[in-house]
């Protein structure tokens, strides 16, 4: 029933744009927090945005300035606007979503790539 399906990844030149797409199907999406992660090969998953049920965002320090996070609660759906992108940003990126006061409820999408490359 609980589903997250990122879409919007693609290949893209140093300087360039991509937004990326959340769909949510969570009990009630309003309530949760959601973000977007990412990992690169060899490297550790890490948070990249975060978006609470009130709107209040968080940045990484390595995307603030250049990424921007977004929900439409009515359409149940996540954005991460990347402008700026540069190659350090290649890596697989992730939904999330977490109910505050529920640890139980965490859940992942399965993925998109994001290739930065000239």
């Known amino acids: 029933q609980v589903q997250l399906v990122e879409s919007g990844g693609g290949l893209v030149q140093p300087g360039g744009s991509l937004r990326l797409s959340c769909a949510a199907s969570?009990?009630?999406?309003?309530?949760?927090?959601m973000g977007w992660y990412r990992q690169a090969p060899g490297n550790q998953r890490e948070v990249v945005a975060t978006?609470?049920?009130?709107?209040?965002?968080n940045y990484a320090d390595s995307v603030k300035g250049r990424f921007t996070i977004s929900r439409d609660k009515a359409a149940n759906m996540v954005y991460l606007q990347m402008d700026s992108l540069k190659p350090e940003d290649t890596a697989v990126y992730y939904c999330?979503?977490?109910?505050?006061?529920?640890?139980?409820?965490?859940?992942w999408g399965q993925g998109t790539q994001v290739t930065v490359s000239s």
């Open positions: 978006i609470t049920s009130s709107g209040t965002t």
């Open positions: 999330n979503g977490r109910k505050p006061w529920y640890p139980r409820n965490n859940y």
């Open positions: 969570l009990d009630i999406f309003s309530m949760y927090t």
